[in-house]
């Protein structure tokens, strides 16, 4: 079944979108080697906030690492972790999938 969306509601995912997308901008802009994941998670809660939004995935908490942004141990491996470990600037790979 499709469920037709009102005018309103179409107006609120747009605004959802827009908001997604500048913190999206906001973590790219700040992402390089030696910034931890934390960091990125604070640049687009900034971001959020300002907006008067709330985060979709705050505290989504799978692999036991709460944070606001869901983001991958790949990327974990070259610029840092959570608890603020920080990458070495050089790809590492895995023989495994953290999902």
């Known amino acids: 079944m499709v469920e037709l969306k009102t005018e309103r ?13 500048e913190a999206l901008a906001a973590v790219r802009g ?3 080697v030696g910034v ?8 687009a809660a900034t ?3 300002k907006a008067g939004a709330a985060p ?4 989504y908490n799978p692999h ?3 944070r606001l ?5 790949a990327p974990a491996s070259r610029m840092g972790s959570p608890n603020g470990d920080r990458g070495k600037g050089r ?5 495994h999938r953290d999902y």
Request: charged share 25%.
């Open 9 to 21: 509601e179409i107006a609120q995912q747009r605004e959802a979108g827009r908001v997604v997308a």
């Open 69 to 73: 942004i869901p983001v991958s141990s």
């Open 36 to 43: 931890t994941l934390a960091e990125l998670d604070e640049v």
């Open 30 to 32: 700040k992402a390089e």
């Open 56 to 59: 979709a995935f705050l505290n």
């Open 91 to 95: 790809s590492q790979r895995t023989h």
């Open 47 to 49: 971001v959020i906030k």
């Open 64 to 66: 036991g690492r709460p």
